[in-house]
């Protein structure tokens, strides 16, 4: 790493693996702060006992019907989680869709910039709202 890349950092591999030599696998520089995005998206309030308020609350959605208020509070719970944890990126846009081709799930779409490279990023999240149906 060198450069901007430096304030972007390096952290463990998510999920936590280990490679050929036995050593924890590492991610740096977009893909950390990619991650890291995932992790805040994957964590409820209340999980981590050294930070309680970390995450975004998704699952406090679940079973929720696809709605325009359910759309819009998944809206507003990745950008405030975001905005809070995630101190490398700019929000561009969060967009929150149901899913044409699977109704039980809602696809959550995060545009970002990285501050430091000011290089663009989009994300879409997969979320279930519901059980899959066969």
């Not at 208020?69 to 405030?80: F, G, K």
């Not at 989680?81 to 990126?89: C, D, S, V």
Request: include cysteine; charged fraction near 25%.
């Amino acid at each position: 790493m060198d450069g901007a890349d430096d304030f972007l950092g390096r952290g463990w591999a998510f999920p936590i693996t280990s490679g050929a030599d036995g050593e924890v696998t590492l991610v740096a520089a977009a893909e950390d702060v990619r991650q890291a995005i995932l992790l805040i998206l994957q964590t409820e309030p209340g999980e981590r006992v050294m930070r309680p308020d970390f995450g975004c609350g998704l699952r406090g959605q679940l079973f929720e019907p696809v709605s325009v208020r359910t759309l819009s509070a998944l809206r507003r719970l990745v950008e405030d989680g975001l905005t809070a944890w995630e101190p490398r990126i700019d929000l561009q846009e969060v967009s929150v869709e149901a899913d044409p081709d699977d109704p039980a799930r809602v696809l959550i779409d995060i545009a970002y910039r990285i501050r430091s490279t000011n290089a663009a990023y989009n994300l879409v999240y997969p979320f279930y709202l519901q059980e899959a149906r066969q």
